[in-house]
């Protein structure tokens, strides 16, 4: 690729750079929050990128570790903030994946899931035929001592969950007692966050308390575990080596990148800044260098007087 420096180089990178790059990919993956938009705005140039890189005969896919929504209601966000060509089916969220997984890989047919999560998870469960055990059981004035336990749960899935309660995390280590019961995370983010410099917790501080209080280790299923690559990769057949890697976050979706063989860049319109990732670069450790983008933009509307040009 002209222009183009060594993998992990950290390179911010514009006009031809840019062009040659894109060229030279089949598919590219957007993350979606920090990327796409920032909560219920759009980021400038993005519903333009996208559309561009479409007519240019690029697959887009949008990978998110957002487990709140199902993806019909991510398809109904996507033409809310402007976007008029984004199918469902390109869209992989950490509820989806982890539906797909429970159902195609560890097949939980015959037993329950447990859920610590919200409505994304469960819709994406129910879409998939997965059981699960039902979210909505009054359990008020109980405690561990005295509430009803499932006999059949298999499975235990951590997503974000704003409305966790002590008593959903207990029944949750008991049973992962069953060192035969699967225990999930859609994803590993550890705070989210919102508006005015206010943050919430994300998923892996939820099972992060969990694989504290069993000892256990949750397998992650979204950014950065490969599963969500290869969920793509089964369905539309797609190469890591022509596709590119668009994020916000370098602990999980460069690293995602990295995990998949693919080429990163970092936008800086999210969490992750170009310092930090410098200071990865710099970093004598080993397993931080997978943290490094190779690119580095400023915004995915850098795409945008290049695509217009070529249109």
């Known amino acids: 690729m002209a222009g183009a420096v060594s993998s992990r180089g950290c390179q911010k990178i514009r006009g031809s750079q840019i062009r040659d790059l894109i060229d030279s990919k089949h598919s590219v993956l957007f993350d979606c929050d920090g990327v796409i938009w920032n909560g219920e705005k759009v980021v400038a140039g993005a519903t333009e990128v996208v559309s561009l890189l479409k007519r240019r005969g690029k697959n887009v896919f949008f990978v998110t570790n957002n487990c709140t929504r199902p993806r019909e209601k991510y ?22 994946c982890s539906a797909l997984y429970l159902r195609d890989v560890a097949k939980v047919q015959e037993g329950k899931v447990f859920v610590i999560g919200g409505d994304g998870v469960y819709e994406e469960l129910r879409d998939a035929g997965v059981p699960f055990v039902e979210g909505d059981v009054d359990d ?10 499932e006999a059949d749960v ?15 995390l207990a029944k949750a280590c008991c049973y992962l007692q069953n060192g035969e019961c699967l225990f999930l995370a859609t994803d590993p983010d550890p705070w989210h966050l919102l508006r005015e410099g206010r943050v919430t917790p994300g998923s892996g501080s939820l099972t992060a308390a969990l694989e504290t209080a069993t000892g256990r280790k949750a397998t992650v299923i979204g950014k950065p575990s490969r599963f969500m690559f290869e969920c793509i ?23 995602f990148g990295a995990n998949c063989g693919m080429e990163t860049l970092l936008t800086l319109t999210g969490v992750s800044t170009l310092q930090e990732a410098q200071g990865y670069k710099d970093s004598d450790a080993p397993d931080k260098k997978d943290y490094v983008p190779d690119y580095v ?7 945008l007087p290049l695509l217009e040009d070529d249109d």
């Open 140 to 149: 008020s004035g109980m405690t561990i001592v005295d509430c009803p336990l």
């Open 154 to 168: 298999k499975a235990v899935l951590v997503g974000y969950d704003d409305k966790l309660s002590f008593l959903k």
């Open 75 to 96: 398809v109904q966000k996507f033409s809310r903030l402007g976007f008029a060509d984004v199918a469902q089916e390109e869209i992989f969220s950490s509820a989806y």
């Open 297 to 303: 933009v400023d915004s995915i509307a850098d795409f």
């Open 233 to 255: 990769a089964s369905q539309f057949g797609v190469d890591p080596a022509q596709s590119l890697m668009v994020g916000d976050r370098l602990e999980t979706d460069i690293l």
